[in-house]
């Protein structure tokens, strides 16, 4: 079982990045997608969720308007894409998979939002 995320990196206030996390090793289309980030001596906090089908999903408070998570179940990908970012948006960012109690976390990908 792999997550791999990829497309962090340094960006700009105000600037866009486009976060993707490809997995492989499991039925991908059957579990609950979401994002984390942990920021440095803070607790890892949930960002965006979606439901398997893409049908559904949820934000935390601070990114609402200005995130977007999506998945291609096609390609067994999920992605985050971020606009309007902020410095407090600097962190490392992890996916994570969950289907009833079995879950998978990826390596992370950091992101840093300054000028």
């Known amino acids: 079982v792999q997550l791999v995320e990829s497309g962090g990196g340094l960006v700009q206030p105000g600037g866009s990045l486009r976060l993707s996390c490809s997995a492989s090793g499991f039925t991908f289309s059957s579990y609950v997608m979401r994002w984390y980030r942990q920021a440095p001596g803070k607790e890892r906090e949930l960002v965006a969720r979606?439901?398997?089908?893409?049908?559904?999903?949820n934000y935390e408070d601070s990114v609402k308007g200005r995130f977007t998570i999506s998945r291609d179940n096609a390609k067994n990908t999920v992605y985050l894409q971020m606009n309007s970012l902020k410095p407090e948006d600097t962190a490392v960012y992890y996916c994570?998979?969950?289907?009833?109690?079995?879950?998978?976390w990826g390596q992370g990908t950091q992101v840093t939002v300054s000028s």
């Open positions: 994570y998979a969950s289907r009833l109690s079995v879950y998978y």
């Open positions: 979606i439901t398997s089908t893409g049908g559904s999903t």
